[in-house]
């Protein structure tokens, strides 16, 4: 179903396509749809913050290019996503190295203690937990990742300080907002 017109009630979303049919009018000077289409879905996730299908409907339709082409692109790049993402992106290792050393064990705790699991987030968007195979830390393992942070030699016990570091992090940053 392509999008034809943005007869969208929310206001926020509805700027948010508005944005994104400015970003393909700018770039339309390429001539160049198929070539267009990496930089689109990066500006789509960018104001979504994920891939929405309506989106890829929207930049469907105004790019000319199947649906079926734009959710394949979007499917087997891991950068892009199709559900929202967590404010902060939890990844366990699960390289040869990091299971040997115990990170099983890490990652059952923070199964445990965000009580969500493998690929979800939690209903405050706050967390996700997913899985890597190597952090290149090999000898540091256990390696956990928040985000860009990087914990080593990491241990079930580790887990609740460093979540509550990042849960520390948003309540000051809503109490400065207000």
């Given at each position: ?44 996730q ?5 891939l ?8 469907s ?19 892009f996503?199709?559900?929202?993402r ?41 967390f ?7 952090l ?10 928040v985000?860009?942070?990087i ?19 948003e309540?000051?940053k809503?109490?400065?907002?207000k």
């Open positions: 179903m392509a999008v034809k017109s943005l007869e969208i009630k929310d206001k926020e979303v509805r700027e948010k396509f508005k944005e994104i049919e400015r970003f393909i009018g700018s770039e339309h000077k390429l001539n160049d749809n198929q070539g267009m289409l990496m930089g689109v879905l990066h500006k789509t960018e104001v979504f913050g994920y929405p299908a309506e989106a890829m409907d929207l930049v339709d105004r790019l000319g290019i199947p649906t079926a082409h734009i959710y394949g692109m979007a499917t087997f790049y891991n950068y996503t199709l559900k929202p967590a404010k902060y992106q939890v990844f366990m290792c699960k390289g040869t190295a990091c299971y040997v050393a115990g990170g099983g064990r890490v990652l059952e705790k923070l199964q445990e203690t965000l009580k969500i699991g493998l690929g979800e987030v939690t209903p405050d968007k706050m996700g937990l997913n899985i890597t195979r190597c290149g830390c090999c000898g540091l393992s256990p390696v956990m990742q985000n860009e942070d914990y080593v030699r990491m241990g079930p016990e580790k887990v609740n300080a460093i979540l509550d570091k990042y849960r520390k992090k309540t000051k809503r109490k400065v907002s």
